[in-house]
């Protein structure tokens, strides 16, 4: 396979602008297609190949194509960032300064919960706490729309997560920011918001829901991974990728 | 989107305004030899470090589909390298046509303004309207089609009317689209996908629109042509004098400069 950068790469690159983030299957599909509407060599397992490619192109301009799971379904996404800042100030063309201190207020609730979620009341008090311009309820309302029409959280029963492509996007963020409380899960070691918790409290170790999922899948009695005790929680269902792809 | 703009907007505000209006103003290309010596001033790692910001600050003024002026580039991301801005630039159009298969078109030569636009053959499916993912677009593209199937130009009242027919009423809030006239009469003119004028001597005053110098780059007529012909199980060629203007090599070459 070539290790020049085409036209191919070029329209992947395009759509990958466009969306912002794909889901992994959508990834593979749009690979085939654009090495098909350029009639470039196509070999379905060359995906992360072809995307170096790309990225040893973006790297000089701080952008890179990224890899991260849904903490939702377990699949993987790849999303287009930018890591010129690591802030998020980067989202500063976009919202204006109390609307990002209030997003921050709401990644604050979300990392020091239990279970990665933020519920709307919670935020919505928040909102009287903004030390650069209050806001007032109906423009928080409005403005955790538009964060969720952006993809930078999601929603769900009034209740707010992160969304896959903030976790990808914003990792060296969080990372610096929340260094203390925000923990990986156990067996994918990537940051866990929302998840299960072991409850013996000298261990405490976190592990995604699609993470259990897998792990926990056909034994008869689980066990924490780490302390050996009784994994309490309910074991959820693999979920067969792409059943039910969410965007 | 991935992309933002790197200096935050709080900032740019609050430096002094007044000054920086007159360096606007006042700027123009630096000469050659001007260019020569201040490259002796900077290592070429700066010199791709400030093309890299001007990549990003033009690719999220394009996600918006916001024309660029040369001036906001050069006050806002250039700044003090503004000396050597020709070779700045230089690097970035490389940087679109290579990595990204854009190219930065000047479509004002007089104010200096500029718009990105797709290289990659539109006749493919390479452009997002042929795979409109974004609703707005759909709505963009029938608008284009009615333009373009009336010879060029009509009145407002053709479009309002052709969009209340699929629904889409100008007078009512949209779910999608929010205040559609809005959406059509600054947004996309905005964008320069549409112009929107008034006819001359009229009273009360009459608008008409126009495909704009975006449409013109961005949007395949041979495409069109098949969308129609698909909606009225016709053949393309039925529609003679737009199947001629489609299929014309100014037409094809497509990122060619505005023919208007
Ligand atoms: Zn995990
Ligand atoms: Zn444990």
Redesign the interface.
């Known amino acids: 396979m070539s290790r020049q950068?085409g036209?191919s790469h070029?329209?992947f690159?395009?759509t990958m602008?466009?969306?912002?983030i794909v889901d992994e299957q959508g990834a593979k599909t749009l690979y085939q297609?654009c090495c098909e509407?350029h009639n470039t060599q196509y070999a379905p397992d060359k995906l992360d190949e072809f995307i170096d490619i790309l990225n040893s192109?973006?790297q000089?301009?701080?952008?890179q194509i990224r890899k991260g799971m849904s903490e939702e379904n377990g699949q993987q996404y790849y999303?287009?960032?930018?890591m010129?800042?690591t802030d998020v100030?980067?989202?500063?063309?976009?919202y204006a300064?109390n609307e990002l201190e209030l997003f921050q207020k709401t990644m604050d609730l979300i990392v020091s919960s239990e279970n990665g979620k933020a519920c709307s009341t919670d935020i919505l008090n928040s909102a009287d706490t903004l030390t650069t311009k209050k806001l007032k309820k109906s423009e928080t309302e409005h403005l955790l729309q538009r964060l969720v029409h952006d993809k930078w959280l999601t929603e769900k029963r009034g209740e707010y997560t992160l969304s896959t492509r903030c976790i990808i996007?914003m990792e060296p963020y969080i990372r610096t920011m929340y260094q203390d409380q925000v923990k990986v899960c156990h067996i994918c070691h990537n940051f866990a918001f929302q998840c299960q918790i072991c409850e013996n409290p000298a261990c405490s170790i976190k592990i995604h829901n699609p993470c259990v999922a897998r792990y926990f899948k056909g034994r008869s009695e689980p066990r924490c991974p780490a302390c050996d005790d009784f994994w309490p929680h309910e074991i959820p269902e693999v979920r067969r990728p792409h059943s039910h792809s969410r965007k | 989107?991935?992309?933002?703009?790197?200096q935050?907007?709080?900032q740019n505000q609050s430096q002094a305004a007044a000054q920086e209006e007159d360096d606007d103003l006042t700027f123009t290309q630096p000469s050659t030899s001007q260019v020569q010596r201040g490259l002796e001033k900077v290592t070429n790692a700066q010199v791709?470090q400030k093309t890299?910001?001007v990549?990003?600050y033009v690719?999220?003024k394009d996600?918006k589909k916001i024309p660029i002026r040369r001036a906001d580039l050069v006050k806002h991301v250039v700044k003090e390298y503004r000396n050597i801005y020709p070779e700045i630039i230089k690097r970035a159009v490389r940087?679109f046509d290579?990595?990204?298969?854009?190219s930065l078109v000047e479509i004002d030569t007089k104010n200096h303004i500029y718009i990105l636009v797709?290289k990659?053959d539109k006749e493919?499916?390479?452009s997002?309207f042929n795979n409109p993912?974004?609703p707005k677009i759909g709505l963009l593209f029938v608008i284009l089609s009615v333009i373009f199937m009336k010879g060029g130009v009509v009145r407002e009242n053709l479009i309002w009317n052709t969009l209340k027919k699929l629904r889409v009423d100008p007078g009512e809030k949209h779910e999608e689209f929010g205040d559609v006239k809005k959406v059509v009469t600054d947004e996309f003119v905005r964008q320069r996908y549409l112009e929107y004028a008034r006819i001359p001597h009229t009273e009360p005053a009459e608008y008409e629109f126009r495909w704009g110098q975006r449409a013109d780059m961005e949007v395949s007529k041979a495409k069109i042509l098949e969308f129609m012909g698909q909606l009225h199980e016709q053949e393309p060629q039925s529609w003679s004098q737009q199947y001629r203007e489609a299929h014309s090599s100014s037409a094809q070459t497509g990122t060619s400069s505005s023919q208007r």
């Open positions: 950068m036209d070029r329209r690159l395009q602008m466009a969306n912002g297609r509407i192109r973006l000089p301009l701080f952008m999303a287009l960032v930018n010129a800042e100030t980067r989202m500063s063309s976009d300064d996007e | 989107m991935a992309q933002r703009r790197r935050s907007a709080p791709d890299a910001e990549v990003q690719l999220v996600q940087t290579q990595v990204f298969g854009l797709n990659l493919e499916g390479a997002q993912t974004n």
